[in-house]
C-alpha cells in the first residue's frame, strides 16, 4: 500500500472542515517534495485507511486540489501530482527550480571530482573499451544457481562475519586462478568490484607523504582513488612495449628528494589499459626488480585477463612474486556484467587482514546469495563454458574490427591501430582530432573514448588516438557504427 507521513495531529490543529484538513496537508506534502510532480499518490481507499477517515472525505479532499491544480485524475490509473505545480508557476523563473533546494550550507572536507554525466550504454553504438556482451550471459542457467543459493542456503553465511568473502566462492577463485593464473599462497578477499578494492587499497597504503607512480596512460577511476587519501599520482613515461623501467628509477629518485616517496606502482601488464599492449617478461622482471630493491608494493590490475586470442596469456606478475609485494586484482565484471559488482584481491596475510578489517567499516561483506550463486556457477563448470563461448564471440569481433579498420585505412582515415592478442578494445590512430571526433560522436549516438581521456598530463595528448571496443557490439552494429562514425559528412 502506497504510503504517506501525515500525522494527525497536523490535521486536528487545523481550523476547518476535515477533507480541507487533508487536502491541506496533501499540498504541504508535494511543497516539500515528499512527493514530486508526475507521482502516483494514494488511493482513496488506502489514504482513508492509514487516515482512519471515510473514503469520502479523501476523494472530497482529492477534488479539491485538482481544482486547485495541484493533482490530476487518471482513469482507472489513479490520482497523480500534476506536472506544472501551482508554486511553480507563482515563483519568477530564477526561483522555479530551486524550490526543492535545500538552504543548508556544507561544508566538504574532500573535493569529489564529478561523475560524467555520459553514460555509454545510452548511445546506440556503444564502443567503450571494457563493456562485455551483456547479451550473451546465460542469465537462464544462471538463474538456476540463484535459485539454489536460496532454496538451499547456508544460513550462518547470510549474518554477519566472514567479511573476506563467502567461502566457497573464496575456494572456486582460489581453484581457478592456480589452474588458470598460475597463482597459489595467497589469501583471497572478495570485493564489490575492483573499485571498491582500489579505493580500499588507497586508504591502507597511501597518504599525502607519499605516492603512487601509474603508467602515463591508464585508468582514470584508479587514479581518483589513490588521490582520494591525498597521495600524488606520478606519471611514468611508456612506450610501445609499456611503462619504461629506467624511467621509474628516475621518478622514485625525484619523489624521494621531495619528501613524498613512491609507495605503490600501479600497474595493467596483460592488456595495458587503454593501449592494449601486454608487458613483455624482461620488463615485468625488471619493474619488479625495482620494486623490491626499493620496497614499493605493485597493485597488478589484471581485467580481463580472460580474452586472450593468440595464444595463451602471460602469468600474473604475482605469480612470480618471492618478496610477496605484488597485490593482484581482477573483476567478474568483464565475464558477467558490470552491474554484478563482484571483484577480488589476491595478496599475502597481513595485507589481507588489514584489507578485511578496512572492510568491515565500508559494508561488511558483499552479497552473499549472489557469491553463492557465482560459487555454484564456477563448482559445475559452467563458468569456464560460458568463458570459452564468450572469447571465441569476442575473437571473431575482434577480427571483423581489424578488417573494417584496413578498409578505414585505405581510405586514408585511419593511419594505424595495433592488434591486440587479447582484451576487449583496439587503439587505433586517425589523421583527425580525436578529441573533436569523439564530441561529433555523441551528437550521432556514438560513444568512444579519445587519448587525452586516459592521461594524467592533458598537455602530452597528441590528440590522433581513440580507444574502440568490439566486445559489446555484434558485427553489423560494429560495421554501421564505424559507418556513421567515419562518415566523411560529419568530418
Known sequence: MKTLHISNESLSNFKGAKYLAISHALRQAIKQGQVKENEQLPSARELAQQLSTNRHTIMAAYNELIAQGWIISKQRRGYFVATNLPINSSLPPAQQNRVSESGFQWQFTKNVPRHSDQVAANYRYNFAGGT????????????????????????????YGNIAGFSPLIEQVSQYLRRARSLTDREIVITNGSQEALYMLSQLLLSPNNSVATEAMGYAPAWRSFQSSGTTVISIPQDENGMIPSELEKAIANQLALGQPIAVIYLTPLHQYPTTVTLPPSRRHAIYQVASRHNIAIIEDDYDHEYHYSCQPLAPMASDDPNGLVIYLSTFSKVMFPGARIGFMAMDKQLATAVTNYKSLLNHKVSVPM??????????????????????????RRDFMIKQLEHYQSLGIVSAFTIPDGGMAMWVQINQSAKALTERALNNDIYIQQESQFLIDKNQT??????????????????????????????
Open 132 to 159: 562485455p556482451d551483456i547479451s550473451l550471459f546465460p542469465f537462464h542457467e544462471f538463474k538456476s544457481y540463484v535459485s539454489d543459493a536460496f532454496s538451499r542456503p547456508q544460513l550462518a553465511e547470510l549474518n
Open 462 to 491: 597528441s590528440d590522433r588516438f581513440i580507444r574502440l571496443g568490439f566486445a559489446g557490439l555484434g558485427e553489423q552494429d560494429i560495421e554501421l557504427g564505424l559507418q556513421r562514425l567515419f562518415d566523411q559528412k560529419n568530418v
Open 371 to 396: 557469491q553463492d550463486a557465482i560459487a555454484r556457477w564456477m563448482q559445475a563448470g559452467a563458468f569456464e563454458r560460458y568463458l570459452r563461448k564468450a572469447t571465441k564471440t569476442y575473437h571473431q
